[in-house]
């Protein structure tokens, strides 16, 4: 017999969840060696979905996550992530990635590209069968989609690793940034060629020439303003550039990252943005990573999904390691570096979530290859902190090697 609820009250109660959960799992649990807080969450709202909570207490399920409480949760989702990935995007440090822009360039190119190739065998192999290629995709848009979910490392995810392993300030981990700050350009860059709907592709060039035009105005006018306006105005552009992107037919969060990619992050104070970034982390994208965990399903079976996700592990694993290796001689870097490099840059819960969910929304996945990619990315995240910091141990010296 299903509870009987208030809309208010339920939507109360999936608030309660999406706090309570985790944070209980993080601190008596004590994961923060293997699983920060941003991969518990993502776990938890995979627990409160329907594939685990919604197939043993479906009455309850149903109560809670009413279609309006789930209607209002991703409301305000699409703002939490929304106000994220633009941040993420003001945070590129592109100059410093020019200055090193050969090594850089080579080190990110094969951190991406072989990994992205690894993928797409398996993403290949998967539109063999049915279930997997979301239902308005071309198979291109679907091998290329996998393909890159496997290669993405997550910026975000990768400073709390380095904040926590003390090697954020370090060389070592000062260049991880710089390859994965190009990275993260290149994965968007990629989303919105899989985005690419040729029947609206003159609206989208009209879109990307207007931005243009559009961000060097905006460029102006930040540099004439005060740091108070200045937010004010970078708010009002995120907005309207995720808005033309959305209407373009790419996705808006596409749009909120081009966004952030025109600021400078020198127009800000460093400290605030710092703050900003840890409270849209705190207070809002728990909202998203439990939205996340409702669209995860195991309809065409559980066992086939972990078999998927398995093989989309060892491509992403293998790939980058390989990718980085392959760097690594052709840099000349001394031994271990590319291990431990490549080990970082195995970061992904938390772009590959968002990248995951634009595919998933547009159609370019299925629910399931969605969930494939859900358990991939954590699992591969989850490898990074224990197997880097055994690494250091046995060589506590190359975190300070310098480029």
């Known amino acids: 017999m299903e509870p009987n609820i208030t809309q208010p009250e339920s939507f109360l109660i999936a608030m309660l969840i999406i706090f309570i959960l985790p944070f209980m799992i993080w601190r008596y649990l004590k994961?923060?060696?293997?699983?920060?807080?941003?991969?518990?969450?993502?776990?938890?709202?995979?627990?409160?979905?329907?594939?685990?909570?919604?197939?043993?207490?479906?009455?309850?399920?149903?109560?809670?996550?009413?279609?309006?409480?789930?209607?209002?949760?991703n409301g305000i989702a699409s703002w939490a992530v929304m106000m994220f990935v633009f941040v993420a995007g003001v945070e590129l440090d592109l100059r410093n990635v020019w200055r090193h822009r050969k090594?850089?360039?080579?080190?990110?190119?094969?951190?991406?590209?072989?990994?992205?190739?690894?993928g797409a065998v398996v993403g290949w192999l998967l539109v063999q069968h049915p279930g997997w290629v979301g239902q308005v995709a071309e198979n291109w848009q679907f091998i290329l989609a996998i393909g890159m979910s496997c290669a993405i490392t997550?910026?975000?995810?990768?400073?709390?690793?380095?904040?926590?392993?003390?090697?954020?300030?370090?060389?070592?981990?000062?260049?991880?940034?710089r390859y994965a700050s190009l990275d993260d350009l290149l994965i968007w860059s990629v989303l919105a060629v899989v985005m690419v709907d040729l029947p609206r592709i003159k609206t989208q060039l009209l879109f990307l020439i207007g931005f243009g035009v559009a961000s060097a105005?905006?460029?102006?006018?930040?540099?004439?303003?005060?740091?108070?306006?200045?937010?004010?105005?970078?708010l009002i552009w995120m907005?309207?550039?995720?808005?033309?992107?959305?209407w373009s037919g790419l996705?808006?969060?596409?749009?909120?990252?081009?966004?952030?990619?025109?600021?400078?992050?020198?127009?800000?104070d460093q400290k605030k943005m710092d703050l900003l970034r840890h409270y849209v982390l705190l207070i809002m994208m728990p909202v998203y990573f439990l939205s996340t965990g409702l669209k995860t399903t195991w309809s065409i079976g559980g066992t086939a999904v972990f078999i998927v996700a398995g093989f989309m592990l060892v491509?992403?694993?293998?790939?980058?390691?390989?990718?980085?290796?392959?760097?690594?001689?052709?840099?000349?870097?001394?031994?271990?570096e590319a291990s431990i490099i490549g080990w970082l840059l195995q970061s992904k819960s938390l772009i590959t979530i968002v990248f995951?969910?634009?595919?998933?929304?547009?159609?370019?996945?299925?629910?399931?290859?969605?969930?494939?990619?859900?358990?991939?990315?954590?699992?591969?995240?989850?490898?990074?902190?224990?197997?880097?910091?055994?690494?250091?141990?046995?060589?506590?010296?190359?975190?300070?090697?310098?480029?």
């Open 31 to 73: 994961t923060e060696y293997f699983a920060p807080m941003v991969v518990v969450q993502i776990v938890a709202g995979i627990i409160v979905g329907p594939g685990v909570l919604g197939a043993y207490f479906k009455d309850y399920y149903h109560a809670i996550f009413t279609p309006v409480t789930i209607h209002n949760l």
């Open 103 to 118: 090594e850089s360039s080579v080190t990110a190119g094969l951190a991406l590209g072989v990994p992205l190739s690894f």
């Open 154 to 177: 997550s910026l975000p995810v990768l400073i709390v690793f380095l904040e926590k392993m003390e090697l954020l300030r370090q060389p070592m981990g000062q260049r991880v940034l």
């Open 217 to 234: 105005f905006l460029r102006k006018l930040m540099v004439a303003v005060g740091e108070a306006d200045r937010w004010f105005y970078a």
């Open 239 to 246: 907005v309207g550039v995720s808005f033309m992107a959305e």
């Open 251 to 268: 996705h808006f969060m596409v749009g909120a990252f081009m966004a952030g990619v025109v600021i400078d992050m020198r127009w800000f």
């Open 315 to 336: 491509a992403a694993v293998v790939g980058k390691l390989v990718g980085i290796h392959i760097a690594g001689r052709i840099l000349k870097w001394s031994e271990g």
């Open 356 to 403: 995951a969910n634009v595919l998933l929304d547009k159609g370019v996945i299925s629910n399931e290859a969605f969930t494939a990619v859900l358990l991939m990315s954590l699992v591969s995240t989850m490898l990074t902190v224990p197997v880097v910091s055994s690494k250091l141990a046995l060589n506590p010296t190359l975190a300070t090697k310098m480029s």
